[in-house]
């Protein structure tokens, strides 16, 4: 369990993949860029085995915006996009409307 102020910590925004390309080396890693609103982040995600790059293009998602940048693969990620796993798919979230970039989810 964390304390709700353990939650506020967590800055999660909505972010618009503007370009997704598979990473050479990496079955299953695709880079995303996505636009959170005031400024662009490069993120890793471990989703190429059941989305192809082109279809990512446009769609919203939540992004883990402050979380501490890791190198995965040689390649920076500076954030997390949050999916629901079922059984072991990942499958994206999305608003139901369209939304600013950068939106902050409460």
Do not use: C
Not at 29 to 56: C, H, N
Not at 78 to 102: C, F, N, R, T, Y
């Amino acid at each position: 369990m964390i304390t709700f102020d353990d939650f506020k910590k967590l800055e999660i925004r909505v972010g618009k993949i503007t370009s997704a390309e598979r990473i050479e080396g990496a079955d299953n890693l695709l880079k995303l860029e996505v636009d959170i609103g005031e400024t662009k982040r490069q993120l890793v995600a471990g989703i190429a085995q059941y989305y192809k790059p082109e279809e990512l293009v446009n769609k919203q998602i939540p992004v883990l915006v402050n979380l501490e940048m890791r190198k995965i693969r040689g390649v920076e990620s500076q954030g997390m996009l949050l999916a629901v796993v079922e059984g072991e798919k990942p499958i994206l979230l999305h608003p139901d409307k369209e939304v600013s970039p950068g939106s902050i989810i409460q």
